[in-house]
């Protein structure tokens, strides 16, 4: 009875290990999407996964890469870092897939960095902003700007735009938003002489009640308010405050950027400025194409942060071209010399695999977004 027992052991083994190794040689470009595709933030992670299946699709209707079929292999990360961490080890321990897009927050992309530079994996975040999650190594890139980057085009929005003399700050308080509001103030303001920062007030993210934050920095008196948070904070707070106080100038971040700003803000969303990367109403052919694209598979307009998604996929299957190979390295090393030219515009990587990027300034004008000149 014991050596049947061993003998089943054994057989079930071999069984596994075959079946892993047929998994491996699927004969198919495995490509992971890691990111929130349930919880609060599932809407960005969907986005994600939206854009990194479309493009896949697209390549592979045109004959895939290297003659092979690309494969898209989806993680749920619920936005948390123990499970991004968790899932950084599964792909990483899966030969089979050369690449992974994601994940979302930075302290998220943070806590699964360290794995896929140690086997040596490249990860791009479409989303990631914080300075320091591209110093995990030289796997880890960036297809989005670095917080401070996108600061300082807020207060230069601030300034050019609004003419702005009194600035108070709304974040999140996120890791993020306390952050970026710290960056505003300690270490921006002092290269905007003309500004004053005359307030700040920190919100638990989902507050629906803005009236005591809005009380408080309308006694500051400011002319122009910079908001470090998401749509869902910027929309409904908009509205607060123009109750009180019409003429009050909003300046939002990209992560702002969506169709859904208007939908809550109502008419309050006219007037708010905001940086981004990617303008999905611009008449460049690329961009109309991918943003129709989107809107017939998936039944809405694309973000700034799933156009990043899109391009970050773009990237790694144009370096896996590049390098003509699936091997993790060299898919590395052509994503430094890459320039790509995608529907947020042409990106490459410096030597810390921080993308540069060229900001387009949006502000809602009768109900839409449009280009400010």
């Keep these: 009875m014991k050596k049947n027992l061993i003998l089943v052991l054994v057989l079930l083994l071999v069984t596994t290990s075959l079946a892993g190794c047929k998994s491996a040689d699927s004969g198919k470009i495995r490509i992971a999407i890691a990111g929130p595709l ?9 986005g994600f996964k939206n854009a990194v299946e479309m493009i896949a699709k697209e390549y592979n209707a045109d004959g ?3 003659g092979k079929e690309i494969e898209i292999v989806s993680y749920d990360d619920k936005n948390s870092g123990e499970e991004a961490a968790s899932i950084a080890e599964r792909i990483a321990s899966d030969n089979s897939i050369v690449g992974v897009v994601g994940h979302f927050a930075s302290g998220v992309c943070m806590a699964a960095s360290p794995t896929y530079q140690e086997v040596g994996i490249v990860e791009i975040s479409p989303s990631a902003s914080h300075p320091d999650y591209s110093s995990e190594g030289d796997f880890i890139f960036r297809n989005n700007s670095l917080i401070n980057v996108e600061a300082k085009e807020t207060l230069t929005i601030a300034s050019e735009v609004f003419d702005a003399k009194r600035v108070a700050i709304l974040s999140v308080k996120t890791d993020w938003g306390t952050s970026t509001a710290d960056i505003l103030m300690n270490k921006l303001s002092k290269d905007f002489p003309n500004i004053e920062i005359v307030a ?3 919100i638990v993210d989902g507050t629906v009640d803005f009236s005591p934050t809005v009380t408080a920095l309308n006694a500051q008196n400011p002319d122009t308010i910079i908001v470090c948070a998401m749509y869902n904070i910027l929309g409904p707070f908009a509205s607060q405050y123009k109750d009180i106080n019409p003429e009050i100038n ?11 700003l208007i939908e809550l803000a109502k008419e309050d969303a006219e007037g708010i400025a905001l940086p981004a990367i990617f303008f999905h109403n611009s008449t460049e052919p690329k961009v109309a194409n991918f ?15 799933t156009a990043q998604a899109y391009d970050s996929m773009g990237m790694i299957i144009e370096a896996i071209k590049a390098s003509n190979a699936t091997d993790r390295t060299k898919i590395k090393e052509a994503l430094y010399d890459l320039k790509y030219e995608g529907v947020s515009g042409l990106t ?3 030597s810390n695999g921080d993308a540069l990027k060229t900001f387009n300034w949006l502000i809602i004008k009768d109900g839409q977004f449009v280009e400010y000149n």
């Design 348 to 350: 490459q990587f410096d």
């Design 250 to 260: 909003l300046v939002g971040f990209s992560n702002a950027y969506s169709e859904q």
């Design 64 to 66: 895939g890469v290297l």
């Design 200 to 202: 700040h007030e920190e």
């Design 38 to 46: 349930t919880g609060d933030f599932a809407e960005y992670g969907t």
């Design 291 to 305: 943003v129709s694209s989107y809107e017939e598979a998936y039944g809405s307009v694309p973000s700034s942060l």
